[in-house]
């Protein structure tokens, strides 16, 4: 497992009452939309974290819940202790203000926590995009806690000034050793299943489980260790068809998963057994795969299935069917009700990272492919013979192979695809997109 040497980086919690702007603020930070952000106030439930850097200064962002006192929201208490919890954690803390509607009672509350707190706070008034906005905010010198800073979350002005004062604010912080953890995805369609997989393996009740779908709407990351080997799991929301989704809510948690699998390196998607291989999950699969990720199908509620000797098979055959001509792809039949190989699943989920960050020398690859090539050169094309002279591969995160020939435009797909299944043969890269490239030589 790769090693790198990172700054512990300090932390910085932006808190605040609901819809003032924070979550606006803290994407436009980490410059991904990460937080959900809406119109309708007490989106934000969960603390999100992300990491920024400013003038090369690294810090982790935490965006919370927005602080409210005595409304009837059943989350309140919950986003009140978050937000607390936020401020003791943080090493600066981000108050956010919004001058639309001036100093509320809401905000007199939060401003009585933070002037008990030793560690620098920030004043943030936002939603200035004018001078006549500029000069009401004046009145937040009123909350007792010194400067404040005007910025527009939305397009960004102000913001510089408020970082600089930021980092010059932020305590030292000694370098640390820390491995880079692989990150397991747990995707796929709403109410498979993917919450009770990762709560039976973990032997908590971590996340939420209920039987309407869309109950978990944010992507949260739980670290584990099995086998010796240790891992993120990121729990993500259904995804959808786009068609179906109605609520925005929701549509930013599609969203969010969407981005899980771009930053994951192997996808365990849970398809659900009583509703097959539909075209909802065929749609994750092809994300997954475009995004070159390892994949691990696993089949959940299998144990709600009437079966006889040959289902196992049959719908395996079935699934390998859908995802042609990528049928490389390990399937493990699961029920995260019963326990029933569900470490078996994860076993298999790192082989799949393995195979993924598999580096194989350049001498065995020439010494193994090139006299299969030999015997089975491409095609000739307009009677012009390609010779392919060497191959390596390419020093990317996932398989990538650079076949060097010299008439490169004349190699078609069917041939690619040849040379895929010879590596796949003899190197083993089962749950990988492996890419074949023609280089001029």
């Given at each position: 497992m790769q090693r790198i040497f990172i700054y512990m980086s300090n932390i910085v919690a932006i808190?605040?009452?609901?819809?003032?702007?924070?979550?606006t603020f803290f994407n436009r930070l980490i410059q991904r939309r990460e937080a959900i952000v809406d119109a309708?106030?007490?989106?934000?439930?969960?603390?999100?974290?992300g990491k920024s850097d400013?003038?090369?200064?690294?810090?982790?962002?935490?965006?919370?819940?927005?602080?409210?006192?005595?409304?009837d929201d059943v989350f309140e208490a919950e986003i009140d202790k978050q937000v607390e919890l936020a401020i003791d954690e943080a090493d600066a803390i981000i108050f956010m203000v919004d001058v639309e509607s001036g100093v509320t009672g809401m905000d007199e509350d939060v401003a009585k926590l933070l002037r008990k707190v030793t560690k620098?706070?920030?004043?943030?008034?936002?939603?200035?995009?004018?001078?006549?906005?500029?000069?009401?905010?004046v009145e937040f010198y009123s909350l007792g806690l010194g400067d404040y800073y005007t910025i527009a979350s939305i397009n960004g002005s102000g913001t510089g000034d408020l970082l600089d004062a930021l980092v010059d604010a932020l305590p030292e912080k000694e370098k640390v050793e820390e491995a880079e953890l692989p990150r397991f995805a747990?995707?796929?369609?709403?109410?498979?299943?993917?919450s009770s997989f990762i709560n039976a393996l973990i032997g908590e009740d971590r996340y939420i489980v209920t039987d309407i779908a869309g109950t978990t709407r944010d992507a949260i990351d739980t670290k584990y260790n099995r086998f010796g080997f240790e891992f993120n799991l990121v729990d993500t929301a259904g995804i959808r068809r786009k068609a179906k989704v109605k609520e925005d809510l929701e549509f930013y948690s599609v969203m969010r998963s969407v981005r899980a699998i771009e930053h994951s390196d192997v996808c365990l998607l849970v398809c659900d057994a009583n509703r097959g291989f539909d075209g909802q999950v065929q749609n994750i699969f092809w994300l997954a795969e475009r995004n070159r990720k390892g994949i691990v199908i696993l089949v959940n509620?299998?144990?709600?299935?009437?079966?006889?000797?040959?289902?196992?098979?049959?719908?395996?055959?079935?699934?390998?069917?859908?995802?042609?001509?990528?049928t490389d792809v390990p399937i493990v039949f699961i029920s995260a009700l019963t326990k029933q190989r569900i470490f078996k699943a994860i076993e298999t989920a790192v082989e799949v990272y393995q195979n993924r960050t598999k580096k194989i020398k350049t001498s065995v690859l020439n010494d193994v492919l090139l006299p299969i090539?030999?015997?089975?050169?491409?095609?000739?094309?307009?009677?012009?013979?390609?010779?392919i002279k060497y191959i390596m591969q390419l020093p990317t995160p996932q398989p990538q192979f650079a076949f060097f020939c010299n008439l490169p435009q004349y190699v078609k797909e069917?041939?690619?695809?040849?040379?895929?299944?010879?590596?796949?043969?003899?190197?083993?890269?089962?749950?990988?997109?492996v890419s074949v490239y023609m280089r001029k030589k």
């Amino acid at each position: 497992m790769q090693r790198i040497f990172i700054y512990m980086s300090n932390i910085v919690a932006i808190v605040g009452r609901p819809n003032v702007g924070k979550s606006t603020f803290f994407n436009r930070l980490i410059q991904r939309r990460e937080a959900i952000v809406d119109a309708v106030s007490g989106v934000t439930r969960d603390r999100h974290y992300g990491k920024s850097d400013w003038n090369g200064v690294e810090f982790s962002l935490i965006d919370t819940g927005g602080y409210v006192k005595g409304s009837d929201d059943v989350f309140e208490a919950e986003i009140d202790k978050q937000v607390e919890l936020a401020i003791d954690e943080a090493d600066a803390i981000i108050f956010m203000v919004d001058v639309e509607s001036g100093v509320t009672g809401m905000d007199e509350d939060v401003a009585k926590l933070l002037r008990k707190v030793t560690k620098p706070v920030f004043l943030a008034v936002n939603k200035v995009d004018n001078n006549k906005r500029a000069e009401d905010a004046v009145e937040f010198y009123s909350l007792g806690l010194g400067d404040y800073y005007t910025i527009a979350s939305i397009n960004g002005s102000g913001t510089g000034d408020l970082l600089d004062a930021l980092v010059d604010a932020l305590p030292e912080k000694e370098k640390v050793e820390e491995a880079e953890l692989p990150r397991f995805a747990v995707v796929g369609r709403p109410n498979a299943g993917k919450s009770s997989f990762i709560n039976a393996l973990i032997g908590e009740d971590r996340y939420i489980v209920t039987d309407i779908a869309g109950t978990t709407r944010d992507a949260i990351d739980t670290k584990y260790n099995r086998f010796g080997f240790e891992f993120n799991l990121v729990d993500t929301a259904g995804i959808r068809r786009k068609a179906k989704v109605k609520e925005d809510l929701e549509f930013y948690s599609v969203m969010r998963s969407v981005r899980a699998i771009e930053h994951s390196d192997v996808c365990l998607l849970v398809c659900d057994a009583n509703r097959g291989f539909d075209g909802q999950v065929q749609n994750i699969f092809w994300l997954a795969e475009r995004n070159r990720k390892g994949i691990v199908i696993l089949v959940n509620k299998w144990d709600l299935i009437e079966k006889d000797n040959k289902s196992t098979k049959d719908f395996e055959k079935y699934i390998r069917q859908q995802i042609e001509p990528f049928t490389d792809v390990p399937i493990v039949f699961i029920s995260a009700l019963t326990k029933q190989r569900i470490f078996k699943a994860i076993e298999t989920a790192v082989e799949v990272y393995q195979n993924r960050t598999k580096k194989i020398k350049t001498s065995v690859l020439n010494d193994v492919l090139l006299p299969i090539i030999e015997n089975y050169p491409p095609p000739a094309n307009k009677g012009k013979f390609v010779k392919i002279k060497y191959i390596m591969q390419l020093p990317t995160p996932q398989p990538q192979f650079a076949f060097f020939c010299n008439l490169p435009q004349y190699v078609k797909e069917p041939y690619k695809r040849f040379l895929e299944n010879k590596l796949r043969e003899h190197f083993d890269f089962t749950g990988v997109p492996v890419s074949v490239y023609m280089r001029k030589k």
